[in-house]
């Protein structure tokens, strides 16, 4: 009698363990009103991130435009925080309308 080798019973349980997995199905009761809502849901979060990005374009083309926009933007650690932080209070806001 032949003396089967670990690798060899690796192998069975392996292809046997694929196999089985392959010839099954799995219905999970309510998947497709989660896929709905998850496709919904993402399309929701794109549809903020391009608002948001529209709303902070706008604000600094509204801020270019203030006669003393550049120069507060370059003033160096006042500036840049300056204009982050209102670019957030602007997403914040644009987020609560």
């Known amino acids: 009698m032949r003396k089967v080798s670990r690798r060899d019973l690796w192998k069975k349980v392996d292809n046997t363990t694929v196999s089985a ?19 919904h849901l993402a399309g929701q979060l794109l549809d903020v991130r391009v608002a948001r990005r529209d709303t902070a374009a706008r604000f600094d083309q509204a801020l270019a435009e203030y006669p003393v926009g ?26 609560a309308a």
């Open 21 to 39: 997995l392959s010839e099954q199905t799995v219905s999970v009761p309510g998947a497709e009103q989660a896929d709905l809502f998850f496709k």
């Open 70 to 95: 550049p120069i507060s933007t370059s003033l160096p650690d006042v500036g840049v925080p300056m204009l982050e932080h209102s670019r957030q209070c602007s997403e914040i806001h644009s987020a």
